[in-house]
């Protein structure tokens, strides 16, 4: 078992450890989860959205007496995660374990306090999965037969439908995948799940998502095929190796296993199952709200309280994802502003369950206005006035401060609580946080009004300065309130202010029971300082060239990663001076490509080699029989670098090849190898980003006819859309592309086949 450091030091830092543990034994528990996070992708703000949500979660829970268990981790086996590492020259094991401690490091720089995080590479866990699995066979819910259909590599999700269908939550072509497998009778559990979802309405949250939920079971539910053998980056089915157990059961079976579930210690598993909340992100609704409460039924184990699913982090327009192009990473504004503004913004800005965009304009305005002239403001012109007037010494009445007009602001102060604690209980943290601050006007708003800086002005009596005391005091309470209210969301604001007010360490506080009038006379306040300073305009500009240089990087490192992975798959399959393998120079080049964007491509690849291969094919007929490769550019003809899979021609039907004629060809400010393109298909013309700008001026491109692949759903680059790629072959050890093109004359929009 693990702890982050942020939780070991609430631990340590209590009464006396065995004290504090024996006082968790009579508190109520409270388990909570994230998802697990994919190992192919590296942390960006889409991923900090969920582990924020719940470690803000987690706080505010501990703060109201529960003994609270946080879990998050890694999810590190499969299909996608295998192919990722191949493309950077890494073993799956070394390169879930450099991604996996990115998220923990993230974690950790953020100070968030999960008390476990789990990597399904772990022992711990395989056992434990391994143990379900036979434990679902023992129950007879485990069969074999043999799956033939379509399988979508980057959700590893089986889709109903011919080949040639698409994905329904990523829209990439599913695989056509045909295996002996295992199979769980889902079927068995329609009626089940059904009444569940009727007799718990609470068990998944929001409503909409319950009732799409629900529609889909309604819908009919077939077995679900719940092994591999075309791959081995998995947990091996007990006693059939060949096999290893559908990375969904693998993934989702860690909200159990880490709690030691099948273990020689099911301690933690016994106190803590079933979970309170599970939080996810919408688009995996169906894995968490079918698939794991059938596991868990066929197991004979008790069911989650609630799954909560939240909407999706958008930038640029669209969900950020690291196969879209549009990933801000949480560092770039750690290092500018501070965890707390992310935190703040994410949950501020963010109706929690519905979609909601992330900008950099946005979260520096929240900041400066909710931050730093709101909060920061509040809490600087109130305790200076106390340190100036009364020599930090303040009076804190307690229960004394009854008299109106103080009754107005302790009134609001109780109003804000309830209302505070009511939004959380709901996930409503933007709703919550609209009430704080709404309070936060009323005290300043009090201050304009007595104007106490005036009052001490105009008569320095000992009445005058009682009723300063008064109001300044009412001001510090208010500040007590609103600190403790808002620390589950701006921890290390919260605790600046704690100790500011003269009360310690706020993590030891009893927060249980907040309410007006607590605060002890004679307190004397901490020293003061800053505590979100004004953040200037150039902030925004700063985290944005941050970010530019952050892709920049990390495309040189993919770029060296990949030269390296062909370099040793030439080592391994041929001579060293073999050239890189022909590849599609898609509208996000291997170039401007991120690990995810390859990851991502590589589905796509599979397709696109052929692609080079049957422009080839047109310029240079083989004879029947003969391999078809593509066109022969240096002496040694190039080879794939690795072992394309096999497609069938079907697969190859999919690929819409067209060609278009360049009108507009320009650079794309500070991106080298980027150019926009605007190509006519003749019945539509469209914008491509391309990858090409170190081998093809803009002038040179313009009337130029080239073979683009018209079906890619749309993506990012730069802030850019790209609405296809251009078919090139990469040629040379710097695999410079080179534009497939035409002898004969072809009219625009002619399809290839
Ligand atoms: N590994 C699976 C989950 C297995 S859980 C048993 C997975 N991983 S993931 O890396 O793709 O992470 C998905 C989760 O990350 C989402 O459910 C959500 O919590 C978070 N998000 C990733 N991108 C996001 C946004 N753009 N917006 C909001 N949340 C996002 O799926």
Redesign the pocket.
């Known amino acids: 078992m693990t702890r982050s450091a942020a939780g070991r030091a609430r631990s340590l830092n209590a009464d006396g450890m065995s004290n504090q543990e024996n006082k968790q034994e009579s508190k109520p528990t409270f388990f909570l989860t994230?998802?697990?996070?994919?190992v192919n992708?590296r942390p960006?703000l889409?991923?900090t959205?969920?582990t924020v949500a719940a470690d803000t979660l987690a706080r505010w829970k501990r703060m109201r007496g529960y003994d609270v268990h946080f879990l998050t981790g890694t999810?590190e086996h499969g299909q996608k995660i295998e192919r990722s590492a191949v493309r950077t020259g890494k073993t799956p094991q070394e390169f879930a374990a450099e991604v996996s401690s990115e998220f923990r490091g993230l974690w950790d720089r953020m100070g968030l306090t999960y008390d476990d995080f789990i990597r399904t590479t772990e022992d711990r866990h395989k056992r434990s999965v391994q143990y379900l699995f036979s434990e679902l066979q023992k129950r007879g819910f485990i069969y074999k037969g043999t799956y033939s259909g379509q399988y979508c590599v980057w959700d590893e999700l089986y889709v109903e439908g011919p080949p040639g269908t698409h994905c329904p939550d990523c829209g990439r072509i599913t695989e056509t995948v045909s295996e002996e497998n295992y199979f769980f009778k889902l079927s068995a559990f329609e009626r089940k799940l059904l009444e569940h979802y009727e007799k718990h309405p609470d068990f998944i949250r929001p409503e909409a998502r319950r009732n799409e939920v629900m529609a889909f079971v309604r819908g009919g539910l077939r077995d679900l095929s719940i092994s591999r053998t075309s791959f081995n980056w998995g947990i091996p089915v007990p006693g059939d190796e060949k096999h290893v157990i559908y990375v969904?059961m693998d993934?989702?079976a860690?909200?159990i296993t880490a709690l030691g579930y099948g273990s020689d210690d099911p301690a933690n598993f016994e106190k803590y199952w079933p979970a309170d909340v599970q939080?996810?992100?919408k688009?995996?609704s169906r894995?968490?709200c079918v698939y794991w409460p059938a596991f868990l039924m066929a197991a004979g184990l008790p069911l989650p309280k609630s799954i909560v699913a939240?909407?999706?982090?958008?930038f640029e327009q669209s969900?950020?994802?690291k196969s879209r192009g549009n990933i801000v990473r949480a560092e770039t504004i750690l290092d500018v502003l501070g965890a707390d503004a992310l935190r703040y913004f994410l949950l501020r800005e963010i109706v929690f369950g519905q979609d909601g965009s992330f900008s950099f304009d946005a979260l520096v305005q929240r900041y400066n206005a909710d931050l730093a002239n709101g909060y920061g403001n509040l809490v600087s012109r109130t305790l200076t006035m106390i340190v100036k007037y009364f020599n930090g010494a303040v009076s804190f009445p307690g229960r004394s401060i009854h008299a109106s007009p103080v009754s107005g602001i302790e009134n609001a102060a109780s109003d804000c609580i309830k209302s505070f604690n009511k939004h959380f209980e709901d996930f409503q943290f933007s709703a919550a946080l609209e009430a704080v601050w709404a309070f936060m006007k009323i005290v300043d708003a009090y201050l304009t009004a007595e104007a106490p800086w005036k009052k001490l002005a105009q008569s320095n009596d000992l009445p005058m300065q009682n009723r300063v005391k008064q109001i300044l005091d009412t001001a510090a309470e208010s500040i007590r309130i609103i600190t403790a209210l808002v620390y589950p969301v701006i921890p290390d604001a919260a605790a600046k202010v704690w100790k500011q007010l003269g009360l310690g360490d706020i993590t030891k506080a009893d927060l249980k029971d907040l309410q007006w009038g607590d605060l002890r006379p004679g307190t004397k306040l901490g020293e003061l300082g800053p505590v979100f300073p004004r953040a200037e305009k150039e902030a925004i500009e700063r985290m944005q060239k941050m970010e530019e240089d952050r892709q920049a990087q990390s495309t040189a490192d993919q770029e060296a990663a990949s030269e390296q992975a062909a370099l040793s798959q030439a080592k391994t399959s041929g001579p060293a001076e073999q050239p890189p393998p022909p590849h599609v120079h898609e509208s996000q080049s291997a170039a401007a490509m991120s690990p995810e964007q390859e990851a991502d491509a590589i589905s796509q690849q599979a397709a696109a080699i052929p692609e080079v291969r049957s422009v080839s094919a047109v310029l240079d007929p083989v004879p029947p029989g003969q391999p078809i490769v593509a066109p022969a550019t240096h002496a040694a003809p190039p080879q794939p670098a690795e072992e394309a899979p096999k497609i069938a021609i079907e697969d190859f039907a999919k690929v819409e090849l067209r060609v278009a004629i360049v009108r507009v060809a320009e650079r794309v400010p500070k991106a080298d190898r980027l150019l926009r393109l605007e190509v006519d298909l003749g019945y539509e013309r469209r914008q491509i980003v391309a990858g090409i700008a170190e081998a093809y001026t803009p002038e040179s491109l313009i009337g130029r006819k080239v073979v683009i692949v018209a079906n890619l759903a749309p993506r990012k680059l730069r802030g850019l859309e790209s609405n296809g790629m251009i078919v090139a072959a990469s040629v040379g050890e710097k695999g410079k592309p080179v534009l497939a093109g035409f002898l004969e004359d072809v009219e625009i929009g002619a399809r290839l086949k």
Do not use: Q, R, V
Not at 34 to 38: K, L, R
Not at 310 to 314: D, K
């Open positions: 994230t998802p697990i996070y994919y992708a960006h889409g991923h959205y969920t999810d969904w993934a989702l860690n909200y939080l996810i992100g688009e995996i894995f968490h939240h909407g999706w982090l958008l969900k950020m994802s």
